[in-house]
């Protein structure tokens, strides 16, 4: 029987992938045989990250491109077909944050984050679909949150752009799962990489931040998660063996959305 979890073959792109829960799934998915592609905002970050797929022995196909500009998007994927071959897999990775109080934030800061985490998505994601159509497959999985599902003080930009990520996932799936093509939401709960530092970092008299303490408290696994955590379920959706899974948020998250939290 043929490894249903299996990527040989495939060219994946992996956005804003030069390192954290981007160039994780990007690595895994070169270890299931998929073709890599990836694209950062500054030749800088392409370097560093061609650099690291070196290192794990991946010969990944880097490129500067802005995912919120459409023009750049269409151009990349043109040459993406050209240089490599045409997407069978999209992961819409690239993503900030603004961690501001709502009253104290600027049109344009809540602009900037709806751009980059939810337009940019569909950006993508309408510049690669019809290829997928004329391949008569093709995978997208967009990077969702917990705050897809719920708010926080301060995020309020953020948890509005995934909250819309997931119902763009939804929507991909109603509208494309007619041409065989998979639409879904890989959530990951508290992941310890740059974008969460400031939430880590040790206080100045060497003690815990309040807030890892909460997310510990919060978190069945009782530990942050690790971008490789992602890794499988990532594979999962990117592989055959979820051609019948469409429209899905799939929560990687410790257990964080079930459980009311450690009693203080
Ligand atoms: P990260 O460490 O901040 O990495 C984000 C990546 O996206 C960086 O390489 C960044 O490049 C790139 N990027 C940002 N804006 C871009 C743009 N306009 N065009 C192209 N690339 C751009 O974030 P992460 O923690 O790995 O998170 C990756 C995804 O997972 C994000 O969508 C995030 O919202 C989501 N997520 C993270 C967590 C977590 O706990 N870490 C949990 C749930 C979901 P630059 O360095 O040049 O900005
Ligand atoms: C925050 C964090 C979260 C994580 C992630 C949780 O400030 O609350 O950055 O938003 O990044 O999205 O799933």
Redesign the pocket.
Known sequence: MKNPFSLEGKIALV????????FAIATGYAKAGATIVF????QE?VDKGLAAYREEGVAAHGYV????DEAAVNDLITTIEKDVGVIDILVN?????KRIPMIDMTAEQFRQVID??LN?PFIVSKAVIPSMIKMGHGKIIN????MSELGRETVSA?AAA?GGLKMLTRNICSEYGQFNIQCNGL?????A????APLREKQADGSKHPFDSFILAKTPANRW?E?EDLVGPAVFLASEASDFVNGHILYVDGGILAYIGKQP
């Open positions: 956005t804003g992938a030069s390192y954290g829960i981007g694209n950062d905002i500054k970050l491109c802005d995912v919120t990775n690239a993503g900030i944050i980059v985490d940019a990077i969702c949150s917990m953020y995934k959530g990951p709960g508290y992941i990489t740059p974008q969460t998660g971008s």
